[in-house]
Nanobody, 117 residues
Framework: VQFVESGGGLVQPGGSLRLSCVAS????????MSWFRQVPGKERERVAA????????NYADSVKGRFTISRDNAKNTVYLQMNSLKPEDTAVYLC???????????WGQGTQVTVSS
């Protein structure tokens, strides 16, 4: 199982970034995909999730209306479009694949997002 996450970086408040996570080594199209974020000293937070077909999405209250998760099963890729970024969005963003019925749960290495002027 492998994830290649990209798109992180330094952005000013109010700016935008688009994260990508390309997955391989498992049947991507049957997994729920999520983006989590991790700040040192804090619990890992699930930011957004999308079901296997891409028809159902969920968001943390802190990002609703600003972030959009999407997926392309033909490319084994999940995206996170982040708009109106705030300093409190600064974190390492990690890609996650989960299929509860199989008891499988895979994690990417993460990509750093820093929102600062």
């Amino acid at each position: 199982v492998q994830f290649v996450e990209s798109g992180g970086g330094l952005v000013q408040p109010g700016g935008s970034l688009r994260l990508s996570c390309v997955a391989s080594g498992f049947t991507f199209s049957v997994y729920t995909m999520s983006w989590f974020r991790q700040v040192p000293g804090k619990e890992r937070e699930r930011v957004a999730a999308i079901d296997s077909a891409g028809g159902v999405t969920n968001y943390a209250d802190s990002v609703k209306g600003r972030f959009t998760i999407s997926r392309d099963n033909a490319k084994n890729t999940v995206y996170l479009q982040m708009n109106s970024l705030k300093p409190e969005d600064t974190a390492v963003y990690l890609c996650n694949a989960r299929r509860t019925a199989w008891g499988t749960d895979y994690w990417g290495q993460g990509t750093q997002v820093t929102v600062s002027s």
